[in-house]
């Protein structure tokens, strides 16, 4: 059972009340698992709110342009472990004028020697060269478990985008499994240009949507893509003035409510499968998918 | 060898010959499997025709907006096993003003208690209910089977749509190589907002060609697609005033058939095993097909 | 070490300097094969011209609109086999007014009795006949590999294209990572028109960015697809006057060299596998191509 209590959040948030995460009164997909408290998440730039079946993960560190850093992504793949069953749509949005400026640079540091850390004793990119090919290999793989989650298909994920959503930022939005975009958004894969391949899972949506070469010349050139040609492109679904942003979010979240939960649910799932298999197996799946729904609705 | 009788068929239709289903003067895909009748294809509201090169195959029950069964399934893919080998074009179209309102509502009776069955021996989706998934299953692959047919390398299939096509109308369009449609097209995928899933095999040709975001909305919203929209996301082929339909059509299927017909078989193969295999894999298809060509050719 | 010395090109080539082809100079890919002499090259129609990072093969035999034949394909592939390793970019340009017109005729006689052989000697599909269906397929295999080397991930292959691209023509400019067009840029794939199927690795690069249907129509109806739809279509990256090809190729050139050689090729690779993985395959890959990335970078 889901309970919510009324707590203060934003008031251009989309969902009005906040889950008391970890309180122990939340179903969550993996039980063993604590979420993490609203002081973890906040550390690490991150809030967490639920409304009914409307969760909302709200990149909040605006003055740093909500950049991200390992931390983050751990606190946000811990958020996915334990997502509430009820929910059933998940929004990323952020605040600020930008979504995301993709990864804090002094992640980086000891290889841009420029940028001072923080926090010496922060996990970063270049702490991981310490250790083996394996163990880097094994953080990253943790990093990406805060993109993989948001193709969970026991939710839908809408990415809110104002701003600039840059590297790992344009990544975290291409994970979702819609954009909706404010008319000043610009997406920027920088990665290329700093040397780093984007590796944060943005790249197979990304080259399925655009199409290998323009996926290839965005990469590469790490050139912008407006809100305009976004569109044109087919990355955003849906591209309002900035000020409508949040209320296009809800408008979307609420006709995506009216489908029967487990059928949106089968349905992510065929989807997914439907890009890159063989039509045989395909229609096994959808088979198999119709089975249960009859079965739940006879 | 193919024998045409001249026949009385709707002078709207795009053959003028009728072929002598069942004749026995027909090769078939399948010899030892009998054509459905002409008197069983009404009966299930489907007709064929053939006129040379060009099969026809109408749903022809506007007066339910051509609403789609179980055994109007079972007889499309007896029609599809049974085709003449000389056909090089099948063209499904219907009567009325709509191409197909989708699934025939008492084939869900007793889930959906409420529409009274005209047949109560009738196949239905709730009659599967009383069977092991394993049974059902098999079911469902015989009703796709309607719909994987018009994916056979030994014609081209193409789907002339005016007014409604939704749900399984909406697959049995996407199931088709072509989507020729009328202005007053509207395409929905109606079945998550029933419960269902997708499961007829239009999910691939979908989310291929408009993208994964794109295609979860439209399932997920269950949401209408127009004429115009279809047209921008490629998901139609050619859009004429619905007086026109059967003019483009003509027209398409003439020009489809200039190319050297094993030539068209081989390439549309090809060009199904592209989109996702690997090249290498690929490049390999690609020169035993040239070998076949060239020793035919030589 | 890549040695370039000064020579004369043509005045509107995006190269400036020549490289001296087979000298022993050059790095090569694969050390044991000989580059193609300026000699070998000229008389299967081409040209290889390299400044710096920017290699370009050109097509120049513009009295025959630059139509290609077995001996070019070899002489192109053993020019992939041996692209020094310093080149990051490699345009495939054409001299004249067309980019090319596709399988020189000459190449079908006996199949297409009427056009008399230049070079009776030479190699031609027809000859091919006399051998096994195995032999056939293992020379088709050798032509693909002028196709195939552009996919090499050691640079980025970018297509200038004028005038028509038809048949080979189509799937050299497809097999280029990007294309840049002319606005008088027109493609057709001619082969099922001529009894062939397209068997030099164009179909995958067509149907993965128009889709399968689009792709099925213009080939089987071999029909002229222009500059403009091109861009619509996505096949064409960038679209520009005839004068200003060369400048706008040379643009983009420079905006690719602009990004890490490295992380630009470790890119296109995992681009390459986006396509068609399995998700949960890809995430591996991109984890393993930054673990290289930041060993090199650390």
Redesign the interface.
Known sequence: MVVCLRSGVPSDSLSSRKNPRGSGMTRVHDQSIASPTETELHSVGLRFTQSGAIAEITLCKPERRNTQQPAMWRAMAALGRTMPTGVQIVVIRAEGRSFSAGLDRSSLN??DRSTPSDDPGAET??S??AGT?LT??RA??DY?DAF?FL?DPSF?SIAAVQGHAVGAGFQLALAC???IVADDAVFCMK???????????G???????????????I?????NVNAREAVAL?LA?SMVPADDLNDEVRA?AE??L???P???R???K???S??????GH???L??????R??????
Chains 1, 2, 3 share one sequence.
């Open positions: 000891g290889l990119l270049t991981l060269l090919d880097i290999e990253i793989r990406q993989m193709r839908i499994d819609l954009r990665e290329a240009a700093l040397g780093l391949v984007p590796d944060l899972t790249l197979a949506p990304l080259v399925r949507q655009v199409g290998y070469g323009r996926a290839l010349e990469c590469v050139r790490a050139r087919g679904h979307w006709s995506l009216l489908a029967n487990d059928a949106a089968e349905t992510k065929l989807l997914q439907a890009e890159i298999s063989e039509l395909q229609r096994e959808e088979a198999a998918a119709q089975v729904r009859l079965r739940a609705l006879g």
